[in-house]
């Protein structure tokens, strides 16, 4: 029987790890669809299909899946209008850092029938620019049109190596469909174990003895870190390397749990209270670790960075002092670190650390007890507080349960409240293109079937995730997510740089800052149209009922979608 290049594409993927091709058909797949059909009547193994209806949902579900797992999984979108619609996916992708293998079809290059798969529609004539990988250039680490089925193996396993090669990113393969119907029959397969990503740079032992000496003679050293997380031995050894010197740690804007928020070195996620009176400031994995308009560390601070990434190559102005930046993988860089300051460490520099561990933990105890506070002070305010909310969500998580949240201006109650500890069990966007987290929600259970995921989401950022498809998708494959909007009718974030910039302009004279969502819409609507249990809730008084009969809807397999309602944006 004959072999095409589409039953080669599939096996291809299926080699390289994909277990899932999230897919958003269009004409230019007729060959994928019928290689899988094919596999299918014939009992062979593919890549399982995950149909999403809306693009957005495809890409992010990628996205969701690689952030829990690391592993790029596939997704097919339609010639140039397919990728236009992935662009802000694409976008969070590449500044997160995500491997996703992103395929998109060509118009057909032939038009008289010369080939199987000719142009057969109008649509074929309006769908092939003159540069169809522009459109995502900016954002993918490379494309590559397969131009002969001759190399169908080489094209992927480079595109594969790419993605996974540190700093990891998307990547765009263009299939025409005439070299998809090609005979693949004769081509040589290619093993994958010899095509792999590129190790990670590592960081001399020099360097990180001269960095081990400035953290151990300087007073108030203090880490920030975003993304060092997406490793798990990462996470683990900054908890060692944190305790070993007594050093605090913030996250800064982060898109995972990078260091348990129960632990006593851990103090919160603002830099603007810490930062001035650092001496010694340790960067690891971290874009923006302070807004300079607003904070900035002293002249004479010492700034080391240990990044995958320490220049931001792909950011075209950035300029974060730093005196030592060393290009390393962290998970490998902070234990050579521990080693050599173990080598070095005194007795009496054990004595200064015990005592400076005492110190900071009094620190973060308060800290804690004012976010708790702060909280229950608004259990009767109504509207709802987004911290009371974000504390009830809180006590309602498992340890293990996993949290997604895009809820933008709230993001910062969210990671006070929601008690994450173990790695893994937080993800952001790692990027600005809202609606995200409909699909990576979706991912992210794909990847964590016996776990429960809860999306937290705004609710301009929930009407960006294309939520009909969000919920469609949810309910064909059951994949259950609980979903509570924090909904405070606007663009509130819109809102407060206006009143920031302009505090005394017209704007706020009015009171109108053409922001406003009301009437506000019934958005749970679109969820219960794909059966979801859903839910309205403006009275703090009933959000343990609601919260309850929503988890017990849950446990049965059912997706839950709460729309909260929030102070006005």
């Known amino acids: 029987m004959d072999k095409k290049v589409s039953e080669a594409v599939l096996d291809v993927l299926k080699k390289n790890g994909v277990k899932y091709i999230f897919a958003t058909w269009g004409s230019d797949h007729t060959p994928i669809i019928e290689a899988m059909a094919k596999y299918d009547f014939l009992g062979m193994e593919r890549p399982e299909t995950i149909i999403c209806q809306h693009e957005m949902v495809a890409m992010s579900a990628a996205h969701g899946y690689a952030q829990a797992t690391g592993k790029p999984q596939g997704v097919l979108v339609h010639v140039d209008v397919g990728t236009a619609n992935t662009g802000g996916a694409v976008?969070?992708?590449?500044?997160?850092?995500?491997?996703?293998?992103?395929?998109?079809?060509?118009?057909?290059?032939?038009?008289?029938?010369?080939?199987?798969?000719?142009?057969?529609?109008?649509?074929?004539?309006?769908?092939?620019?003159?540069?169809?990988?522009?459109?995502?250039?900016?954002?993918?680490?490379?494309?590559?049109?397969?131009?002969?089925?001759?190399?169908?193996?080489?094209?992927f396993q480079r595109a594969f190596r790419i993605a996974n090669t540190e700093p990891k990113g998307p990547v765009y393969i263009l299939l025409p469909r005439e070299i998809l119907e090609e005979n693949a029959e004769n081509i040589e397969i290619l093993n994958p174990d010899r095509y792999t990503a590129a190790l990670p740079p590592q960081a001399e032992d020099s360097s990180l003895k001269r960095v081990a000496e400035l953290l151990i003679n300087s007073q108030n050293p203090l880490?920030?870190?975003?993304?060092?997380?997406?490793?798990?031995?990462?996470?683990?050894?900054?908890?060692?390397?944190?305790?070993?010197?007594?050093?605090?740690?913030?996250?800064a804007y982060p898109h995972y749990i990078n260091f348990p928020s129960n632990h006593s070195l851990h103090l919160g996620y603002d830099v603007q209270p810490f930062l001035m009176n650092s001496d010694?400031?340790?960067?690891?994995?971290?874009?923006?670790?302070?807004?300079?308009?607003?904070?900035?560390?002293?002249?004479?601070?010492?700034?080391?960075?240990?990044?995958?990434?320490?220049?931001?190559?792909d950011i075209p102005l950035w300029n974060f002092p730093v005196d030592i930046a060393l290009q390393a993988d962290s998970s490998f860089a902070i234990p050579k670190l521990i080693?050599?300051?173990?080598?070095?460490?005194?007795?009496?520099?054990?004595?200064?650390f015990k005592k400076r561990f005492y110190d900071i933990k009094e620190k973060h105890d308060e800290q804690r007890r004012l976010w708790r506070e702060a909280a229950s002070k608004e259990s009767n305010k109504k509207p709802i507080s987004s911290k009371y909310l974000s504390l009830k969500i809180g006590e309602i998580l498992e340890e293990d349960s996993i949290v997604l949240n895009e809820t933008v201006t709230n993001s910062l109650e969210v990671l006070k409240y929601s008690g994450r500890v173990n790695p893994k069990t937080y993800f952001g966007l790692g990027g600005s293109s809202l609606g995200w987290i409909g699909g990576a929600s979706l991912g992210v259970k794909l990847a964590n079937k016996e776990k429960n995921v809860f999306s937290l989401v705004s609710d301009g950022a929930f009407i960006f995730t294309a939520p009909t498809a969000v919920y469609w998708t949810s309910m064909r494959y059951?994949?259950?997510?609980?979903?509570?909007?924090?909904?405070?009718?606007?663009?509130?974030?819109?809102?407060?740089l206006t009143i920031n910039q302009h505090p005394?302009?017209?704007?706020?004279?009015?009171?109108?800052?053409?922001?406003?969502?009301?009437?506000?819409?019934?958005?749970?609507?679109?969820?219960?149209?794909?059966?979801?249990?859903?839910?309205?809730?403006?009275?703090?008084?009933?959000l343990?009922?609601?919260?309850?009969?929503?988890?017990?809807?849950?446990?049965?397999?059912?997706?839950?979608?709460?729309?909260?309602?929030?102070?006005?944006?």
Request: proline residues 5%.
């Open 223 to 251: 880490v920030i870190t975003s993304y060092l997380g997406r490793n798990e031995n990462g996470f683990k050894a900054l908890i060692k390397l944190a305790e070993l010197i007594s050093i605090p740690v913030i996250e």
């Open 504 to 542: 005394d302009g017209y704007a706020r004279k009015t009171n109108d800052f053409f922001t406003s969502f009301k009437p506000i819409p019934e958005l749970t609507m679109v969820a219960k149209a794909s059966g979801c249990y859903t839910d309205i809730v403006s009275d703090p008084e009933m």
């Open 339 to 352: 080693s050599i300051i173990r080598d070095i460490i005194k007795d009496k520099d054990k004595e200064i």
């Open 544 to 569: 343990e009922e609601v919260f309850k009969k929503g988890l017990n809807e849950f446990k049965k397999g059912k997706s839950v979608v709460i729309d909260v309602r929030l102070e006005e944006g």
């Open 280 to 313: 010694f400031i340790l960067l690891i994995d971290t874009d923006v670790p302070w807004i300079p308009s607003r904070v900035r560390p002293e002249n004479n601070a010492k700034i080391v960075s240990i990044d995958i990434d320490p220049v931001k190559n």
């Open 91 to 155: 976008h969070n992708a590449f500044r997160g850092r995500i491997p996703v293998i992103l395929m998109a079809g060509l118009a057909p290059i032939t038009l008289k029938g010369e080939l199987h798969g000719s142009r057969d529609e109008f649509i074929h004539f309006l769908q092939e620019p003159f540069d169809q990988a522009s459109i995502v250039r900016e954002y993918v680490k490379w494309s590559y049109e397969l131009k002969t089925s001759y190399n169908v193996y080489e094209l």
């Open 478 to 496: 059951n994949i259950p997510v609980f979903t509570v909007i924090y909904n405070n009718s606007g663009w509130r974030a819109v809102k407060l």
